[in-house]
């Protein structure tokens, strides 16, 4: 904590909690029946909830999962309520359904049909009980607890991420003078593996933290080869464009266009740059944007601007920051290229010719970029690409060339 790693502190904090709280645990399994048993409870402060679910086979504990849901109020019926939703969305989704599920509530009304949906997925009796008295209860009171605990460390670990987020937005500020705090962040990159289906991602931080739900995918539509600066105009005209008409102002805008951000940064250097600053032009926007840039072994080191360049390598914290902005973006933008590369060859006209697999198909569409290359192509021309013997080369040939 003196050295500002907050995650690092939290992280052994918690290491040193479970190892208090497991040997208690054990302890307390060790002395139930030898039943398969899911005892399931749940603690809630602050509009905050973690339900945790213990797993216990042959009267061991051998694994345990937590969930936090958000808007939660403390009152008898919503919990009831949110004890059956958990228990529908949680069993609806595994096979591994035990004889007994040990609850802290009684859930009377929908009882028997949640115990007879779960008895024809298992194909044998299940039984859901809410102990009154015995090892039972501890082990739902010990569950409880150990939702407290967690509920507590999470509320500690999300202040402290906070914090740590605001320290870094607050250096990265003072280093590029920024003057307005950058609550919402947008970061672009743009990803064309292989010379085809190129593709662009906006990922969004809202105070620091990621914001999946407002991340958006593009697939460029303008190009035909590798442009990362037409393809990089091109995601953010048509990220603008939607915004133009009902955004003037700044302000949030309808449920499928989010407000315009406080500061955009973009995985390339002065190019990427330039590229992106027509387009802020072109709307009028007065947004500061800085390309986020890598050393010779692809590792964040800096950001640049038009003027100058600033380098992160003697910042820790804000360097760590700006590293998980662009790796996300990187990963997002990778992630949906590869999709498309996954999908374009899984299902193509070269399936039909005989001695094109998988692995030829990917080496062909790779070679030449597109099916109709492929057609026209010679078979001298086609035995260029490896892996294509003569043989297989006629095969392709004659296969377009039929008369």
Known sequence: SQNMDFEKAAEFRD????????????????????????VIAYAIKDGTA?????FIRGGKLIGRKYFILDDMEENTEDEKEMVVSFIQQFYDSTDNIPKYILLPVDISEEENSIKEWLEEKKGSKVYIKVPKKGEK?????????????????YSKMDKVKKQQNSY??????????????PHRIEAYDISNTGGTDITGSMVVFIEGEPMSSQYRRYRIKSLSQPDDYSAMQEMLFRRFRQDSASNSDCSAASDNVPKYPDLILIDGGL???????????????DIPVYGMVKDDKHRTRGL????????????????????????????????YNKKLRNKRYSKSVLDEIE?????RKKDLIKHFKSIDKIKSAQVEELMQVKGISRSVALNIYEFFNKK
């Open 15 to 38: 290491k040193i909690n479970s190892i208090k709280n497991m040997f208690q645990e054990q302890k307390v399994v060790s002395t139930t029946e030898l039943d398969d048993e899911d």
């Open 50 to 54: 973690c339900i945790q679910i213990f």
């Open 137 to 153: 209860l501890k082990l739902v009171k010990m569950v409880a607890q150990n939702a407290e605990t967690y509920l507590d460390n």
């Open 168 to 181: 870094a937005i607050e250096q990265l500020m003072k280093l590029t003078g920024i003057e307005e705090y």
């Open 271 to 285: 190019g990427h740059i330039n590229a992106a600053m027509e387009v802020m032009r072109h709307y009028n926007l």
């Open 304 to 335: 640049v601007s038009p003027e100058e360049e600033f380098d992160l390598q003697k910042n820790q914290t804000l360097l760590s920051f700006i590293t998980k902005i662009q790796d996300e973006a990187h990963r997002f933008a990778l992630e």
């Open 355 to 359: 001695g094109i697999g998988c692995a």
